[in-house]
C-alpha cells in the first residue's frame, strides 16, 4: 500500500441502516487516495456517523469526541448523521470538532473535507427536513460475512417518542432494479447472505410506485443469492402475501424483527402506534403456522409517558403468553421536539430501570426455551468466526452455533446438528 495514502478512520453509532451508510461512504474514500484504518489506530481524519434515538447515544458521541481530542488532537473530525442533523450547533460546541454533515450532506463527505480544512472553526452543514428528498443508495461490506443492503430511508409515521422523521425526512427509495443491482454488487464479492435495511422497510415502493413483496419476489430469484434476511418492519406492513411468500421459498431466513413497544392499548395509542395487542398477536400467530422453527423478536419500551403499573403488567402478562423468541428493550428516554414531551405522568428513572430488568430478565427466558427447542435440529449455518478451533456463525433462524472447526470454513455454509446449550449460543457438528 502506497505510503503518502491519507488514513481515515470510521465509526458508528446506531442501527444497520448506518452501518450500511457509513461503508458507502468509505467506498468513496478508497477509490480517493485514502487508507481505511481502524477507529483506535492513528488516522488524519476520524468520522462519527451517530444516532439519536435515544439521550445515551448521543452521550457515547460526545464521548468519543471528547476521547479523540485526547489522543489525536492534530486530527480532523468529522460527526455526520441524525444526531448531526437535529442537534448540529451542540455538536459543534464539542471541542476538537472541525465538521459536522446532516443527514443528506454526509453523502458528499469527500468534497466537504476537500472544501473546509482544520482551521479551529468547526463547519456545520446541514438541510431541512422538507429538503431531504435525494435517495442515496447504500450497503456494507468488509469484514462481515453478511451485507446490509438499504432499500429505503426517512418515514411518514409519527410516533410520539421518535425523532427519526425529523432526521432523515419523509419515506423514499429507489426502484427494485436499483436494488437488484446492489444485490449483485455484493454477491460478487462472494458475501452470502444480505439483509434489506431501512428506516421503514415495509413502505417500500412508495416513491416508485412499486411494493416490498414486489421486491422480495424479485430478490429471491437473484443468482448466487444464499440467504436473505429482512430487519425490523412494522407489523401492521407485514402481511400474509409476505409471510407466504417467505415460506415458499428456502432463500427467506425465518427471521422477524417485529416492533412492538407496548402490550398495552391504552400506551399504543399514546405512542401513535398504528396496530393494536390483538394485530401483533394474530401477527405472531400467522407466522408461527407458516414458519414454525422462525425467530421472532419484539421491541418494548417502557417507562413511556402514562404507562401505569397496570399498563406494564398487561405488557408483561402479553408478552410472556406471546410465542416470541427475545426482546429488545429500550428504557424511554426523551427526545426533543417529541409529541412524548408533552404527555403527563412521567415514570421515575428508578421505576423505568426496574421494568427493564423484569423485561431483560423475561426475554431470556424466551430465548432459553427457544434454543432448547432447537436442540435436535439440522440447520444450515453461516459460519462467520474462528478463534482457538472453534467455528462460530448463525442459523438461518438466527440461532448462534459454535462446532470445532478451522478459519478456512468462514463465510462458508454447512448442515450442522445442533447438539446442546451452552450460555446464550448452541453447540452443534457439521453433517459430512
Known sequence: MKKNLKKIAFHTLGCKLNYAETSTIARDFTRNDYEIVNFSDPADVYVLNT???????????????????????????????????????????????DLVLGSAEKFDLLHHLGEHPKNGTPVVLTSHRQDQLDYHASWSAGTRTRSFLKIQDGCDYNCSYCTIPMARGQSRNGSIGEVLTAAQAIISRGINEIVLTGVNIGDFGKSTGESFTALLRAMKDVKGLNRLRIS??????????????MASSPVFCPHFHLPLQSGSDRVLGLMKRRYTREDYARRVNRIRQLLPNAFVAGDVIVGFPGETAEDFHQTVEFIRELEISALHVFTYS???DTVALQLTGAVNPAERERR??????LSKLKIQV???RAVGQTRTVLFETCNAGRLTGFTDNYIKVTVPGTGDLCNTLAEVKLTGRADDVLNGEIVQ
Do not use: M, W
Open 51 to 97: 444516532c439519536t434515538v435515544t439521550g445515551n447515544a448521543e452521550r457515547k458521541c460526545r464521548k468519543l469526541i471528547r476521547q479523540l481530542r485526547k489522543r489525536a488532537p492534530r486530527a480532523y473530525v468529522a460527526v455526520v448523521g441524525c444526531y448531526a442533523q437535529l442537534r448540529a450547533e451542540q455538536i459543534a460546541a464539542v471541542p476538537g470538532v
Open 370 to 372: 427457544f434454543y432448547s
Open 356 to 361: 427493564s430488568r423484569e423485561l431483560h430478565d
Open 232 to 245: 425490523s418492519i412494522e407489523p401492521n406492513l407485514l402481511t400474509d402475501e409476505i409471510l407466504e411468500l
Open 334 to 336: 426523551e427526545r426533543p
